[in-house]
């Protein structure tokens, strides 16, 4: 077929112009999130979170509808675009968001094409370009060299970082951020100056919250350096300074919503990032940072990196079979795969539309720490040697509806991506009464964080829970989800005469009628940790604490939850 040069490159202006728009409105939206934290105006950050989530696809959607207005008939023509993806990538060489633009470019393109696994000819499965095609940003960080002390170190960031509010004492923090980072190395044994300190100098803000994020170096060791601020009745005070690489991993946990943060060259940002949290997969930085579509991109990358050296085969996830979603992992891989089953075990009565529908509520709310992210794949296609072969039987009786085997292939039509967790109820049968403890208190905790946020889980069950390396409590079992403000709390009312004998209760309930009295009959663990969550949160058998907490939210108080741990604060 002869392709027409001016279509194409009539095409690809069109993809670039409307990515160019995107990142204009994206960093439009995130330069609002200054004044919103200097004037507390918490409910404006979370409707910017939200309109920011919804732009991508948005722009994705309006270069797909112009596009069919230009190509017409040939807009599946897939000759036609393997010319249009040459012509596109040439206009990223000068761009320093290359790779969010590439992502772009696919994204647009499975809006035109169903298609399977990926196809080279039309898509960028891997980056166009072997190195940065730009120039390295050279004003990512301030560099901060030998100061006279700690203390004079964080006087010294305090000041390059200035908000339209003052600080309430930066020599009050900077005397109390140093004292941590001389105690800090006390304990290494190596008192003394430090060498070099690096912070990055876009602030990252996320719902109440503003972060300084950097390094120090001294002798050989790199520590992570993370100012913590909150403006306090209109005055900025440091209220955590994190100094290690799990306090800073949980900072920018898969469970927590998107940062807020200028960044002018997304690649340089991730790397700077991974020095500080060498574990965390660059999908997952290039999502805390608001990347979202790229980081799934990233991860897609990242599986098939990993199954192109593994001779493991995914197998049934541990814990407990679900009855809505059949789940699976590889042993050798800190990720789950979740599906929905054709038909859904009693007594579950929700749809698969609902489930979907309670995964995009999550991916939009504030996540509290509490709640995993998921990315949702379509048309996965995995070779068939990577399935264990129980787990693939099982796939193609009770999904049959998403999964297919095609020769030597597995095609799977929708899936859910997530980092796996231990489940709960897996850990507290698997470890002694004393290590399960802090689990135990900390699942009552998730609960109540969850609430704070205006989320109740719907199944308490253990099983619904998991454990994080880092030994937090999280939730991922969304089908029966809800928002807090519509459960109805109420009162287990006495049992009338005849009761006892009634199969239902004789009083009405609600289809939103919760008992908190009922709860503990989720609790599915030894006596003496029961007894350990009985006393810890005795409060979550009771109406009053929920209705306290409905009460709240329906003012207009937005309950932060703090990402990081009370012996962190400064105050």
């Not at 939200?50 to 994705?60: I, N, Q, S, T």
Request: glycine share 6%.
């Amino acid at each position: 077929m002869h392709v027409e040069p001016g279509l194409v490159e009539e095409a690809a202006d069109l993809i670039r112009d409307c990515f160019v728009e995107y990142t204009r409105r994206f960093a439009e939206n995130t330069a609002r999130s200054q004044a919103r934290f200097e004037e507390r105006d918490w409910a404006g950050a979370h409707a910017d979170a939200v309109e920011r989530l919804e732009l991508y696809p948005a722009m994705a959607g309006e270069a797909r509808g112009r596009l069919g207005d230009l190509l017409g008939s040939d807009i599946d023509n897939r000759e036609l675009w393997a010319a249009i993806k040459a012509s596109y990538s040439t206009r990223l060489a000068d761009r320093d968001v290359w790779e969010i633009g590439e992502t772009f470019y696919n994204s647009v393109t499975r809006l035109v094409f169903v298609t399977t696994g990926v196809d080279p000819q039309v898509e960028f499965v891997s980056t166009d370009f072997l190195k940065p095609p730009t120039r390295p940003q050279r004003d990512l960080y301030y560099r901060y060299d030998r100061a006279a002390s700690a203390e004079r170190l964080v006087e010294a960031v305090l000041t390059d970082f200035r908000f339209g509010v003052l600080y309430e004492d930066i020599r009050r923090d900077a005397r109390r951020v140093g004292g941590e980072i001389e105690a800090l190395f006390e304990e290494f044994g190596e008192p003394g100056l430090i060498e070099r300190a690096e912070v990055v100098s876009a602030v990252f803000y996320r719902e109440q919250g503003a972060y300084l994020v950097g390094r120090l170096y001294r002798g050989v060791r790199l520590i992570p350096f993370v100012l913590a601020l909150r403006n306090r009745d209109g005055a900025v005070v440091v209220d955590a300074v994190l100094l290690d690489e799990e306090a800073v991993s949980i900072l920018f946990s898969f469970t927590r919503s998107h940062f807020h943060v200028a960044a002018e060259r997304p690649f340089e940002l991730v790397r700077f990032l991974r020095t500080l949290m060498p574990r965390k997969r660059p999908s997952e930085l290039y999502s805390s940072i608001g990347f979202h579509k790229h980081a799934k991109t990233e991860l897609f990358r990242e599986i098939l990196e990993h199954l192109a050296t593994t001779d493991a085969r995914f197998e049934y996830a541990p814990g407990a079979r679900g009855l809505v979603m059949v789940v699976f992992t590889m042993p050798d891989l800190d990720l789950v795969f979740k599906m929905l089953r054709d038909r859904f075990g009693a007594p579950k009565k929700t749809t698969p539309r609902s489930v979907k529908e309670k995964y995009d509520l999550v991916f939009k709310h504030d996540r509290a720490g509490r709640l995993i992210d998921a990315h949702s794949f379509e048309h996965l296609q995995l070779e068939r040697r990577h399935f264990a072969d129980d787990l693939l039987e099982g796939l193609t009786t009770e999904c049959a509806n998403t999964v297919r085997v095609a020769g030597d292939t597995v095609v799977i039509d929708h899936a859910y991506i997530e980092r796996r967790v231990t489940p709960l109820d897996v850990h507290v049968r698997s470890v002694s009464v004393e290590e399960a403890t802090p689990a135990v208190v900390d699942y009552g905790r998730a609960i109540k964080d969850l609430a704070a946020s205006n989320v109740f889980p719907g199944d308490l069950l253990l099983k619904n829970f998991g454990l994080t390396r880092h030994g937090r409590v999280v939730f991922y079992d969304y089908d029966e989800l809800m928002r807090l403000e519509e459960c109805v709390f109420r009162e287990l009312p006495e049992p009338a005469e005849g009761d006892e004998m009634a199969e239902i209760p004789l009083f009405g309930v609600g289809p939103d009628d919760l008992f908190p009295e009922e709860f503990r009959s989720y609790l599915g663990m030894p006596k003496l940790l029961r007894e350990v969550f009985e006393r810890e949160h005795a409060d979550l058998f009771a109406v009053p604490y929920w209705r306290e907490i409905q009460l709240r939210l329906e003012s207009g108080d937005l309950i932060e939850v703090l990402p990081y741990a009370e012996e962190e604060r400064l105050t």
